[in-house]
């Protein structure tokens, strides 16, 4: 196969270039063309010139500028269609953002769906689109600008959806995405700006105080605070699942208090109200964290995942549709005011309404929050963060047992109980 010497390659790269042909990437498109079948024709037999002047002949009247021209406006309709395409993924994202943040500052439902939908589109369409137009209009020289740019810009995006979401990782995004603004993309652009200003103080004071703002930012995404805030939450609910273990073990009393009709009854319905909050707890955090009822049963409150998120166990303890159904709140107001009532009985008439007032299970007290009246359940548990929610249901089984102990200690400061008559 006949092969073009390096001579002729630059004269075929100066005959392009003397045509018109400016643009460094379509020069080196035409040329590879024009010496592939340039070496074709001296396959068949021809020379060197006449194969040139043959290829010439095949882009028409018009040449190689005409070559140029098309190429240019095929172009420019395709960088229309990309700004048009970037212009709606940018619209779309900016509106689900927005409407995304409204409905969670009014903690509207579907507002999780909308806030991840604008930050994927923002991160994963917008910004590669407007880069790939970027990169195509602008000199080689930019690149390293424009992608560290938005590489820093993309991170960024995802990092504050997943922190909106409470999604783990968001700490770690964050930090990259401003980290490579901070260290590429901005020295970059003001240094670039620097060497084309004629107020050269102007720009470097500019450059000083985006830098500035950078690192508070920076400083402001610190999760040490956040972490030591969760880790308190979460000594919280662990040390009130403790308190409601250690209260397990409570058969000595029951021996003591004997075998009544009353204390069987007090039994069953202080171990079906704690059953009851906690198949609450594990349906919750299966639900919201999305593992099943067996996972849900292990994960200790420091482990979960989504435990600032709250749409999920409002929705299904105040909505209780489908699946949900059993676990309305309702349920939980119902079977406390049972246990109350059970435990009340064990107390004489006369102690009955001092110790109704004593026991802390105000399930008919109304609340106020922002000014509105709220019942006892929605104060406790409506828009509530998972972490929250558990630590609260926690916290009624403790009562629970509480109650359930002191109401065991009287029966048996009883003399009947204290000194039950022989055989019984």
């Known amino acids: 196969m006949a092969e073009l010497n390096e001579h002729q390659i630059e004269l075929i790269s100066a005959y392009i270039r003397q045509h018109g042909v400016a643009q460094d990437e379509l020069h080196d498109d035409l040329l590879d063309h024009v010496c592939t079948s340039i070496e074709h024709k001296m396959d068949g037999g021809q020379a060197f010139e006449q194969a040139f002047a043959d290829t010439i002949k095949l882009f028409g009247p018009g040449g190689l500028k005409q070559v140029q021209q098309q190429t240019f406006e095929l172009l420019t309709e395709m960088n229309e269609t990309m700004k048009k395409v970037a212009f709606v993924f940018g619209l779309t994202s900016a509106f689900l953002l927005l409407a995304g943040t409204i409905f969670k500052l009014m903690h509207w439902p579907?507002?999780?769906?909308?806030?991840?939908?604008?930050?994927?589109?923002?991160?994963?369409?917008?910004?590669?689109?407007?880069?790939?137009?970027?990169?195509?209009?602008?000199?080689?020289?930019?690149?390293?600008?424009?992608?560290?740019?938005?590489?820093?810009?993309?991170?960024?995006?995802?990092?504050?959806?997943?922190?909106?979401?409470?999604?783990?990782?968001?700490?770690?995004?964050?930090?990259?995405?401003?980290?490579?603004?901070?260290?590429?993309?901005?020295?970059?652009?003001?240094?670039?700006?620097?060497?084309?200003?004629?107020?050269?103080?102007?720009?470097?004071?500019?450059?000083?105080?985006?830098?500035?703002?950078?690192?508070?930012?920076?400083?402001?995404?610190?999760?040490?605070?956040?972490?030591?805030?969760?880790?308190?939450?979460?000594?919280?609910s662990e040390e009130l699942a403790n308190a409601n273990d250690r209260y397990m073990e409570i058969d000595a009393l029951y021996e003591r208090a004997g075998s009544s009709e009353m204390v069987s009854a007090l039994r069953k319905n202080a171990s079906a109200t704690v059953a009851l909050l906690d198949a609450y707890k594990h349906h919750l955090i299966a639900y919201t964290e999305g593992v099943s009822i067996e996972e849900a049963k292990t994960i200790r409150a420091s482990a979960l995942n989504q435990r600032f998120s709250y749409d999920v166990p409002t929705h299904i303890l105040f909505r209780g549709e489908g699946e949900h159904a059993e676990f309305h709140i309702d349920r939980v107001v119902e079977a406390v005011e049972a246990f109350e009532a059970e435990v009340l009985g064990a107390y004489e008439p006369g102690l009955q309404a001092t110790m109704g007032e004593l026991l802390p299970f105000d399930t008919e007290k109304n609340y106020t929050i922002e000014g509105k009246q709220v019942d006892w359940a929605a104060y406790h548990f409506y828009k509530i963060p998972l972490i929250g929610v558990i630590s609260e249901l926690t916290n009624l089984q403790v009562n629970v047992r509480n109650a359930e102990m002191q109401a065991l200690l009287h029966i048996i400061s009883q003399p009947a109980a204290a000194d039950p008559p022989s055989g019984s």
């Open 110 to 236: 579907g507002a999780s769906i909308m806030v991840v939908l604008g930050g994927g589109i923002l991160s994963l369409l917008y910004l590669p689109t407007l880069l790939i137009h970027k990169l195509k209009e602008s000199p080689r020289g930019d690149a390293l600008q424009h992608i560290s740019g938005f590489v820093g810009l993309g991170l960024t995006a995802v990092g504050v959806t997943f922190k909106i979401m409470h999604w783990p990782g968001a700490g770690f995004l964050l930090i990259g995405g401003m980290t490579t603004l901070g260290l590429f993309y901005v020295p970059i652009y003001f240094f670039r700006q620097y060497k084309q200003s004629s107020n050269k103080p102007v720009t470097l004071s500019a450059a000083l105080v985006a830098m500035t703002c950078l690192i508070l930012v920076f400083a402001l995404t610190n999760m040490r605070t956040s972490s030591e805030m969760n880790r308190g939450l979460a000594l919280i």
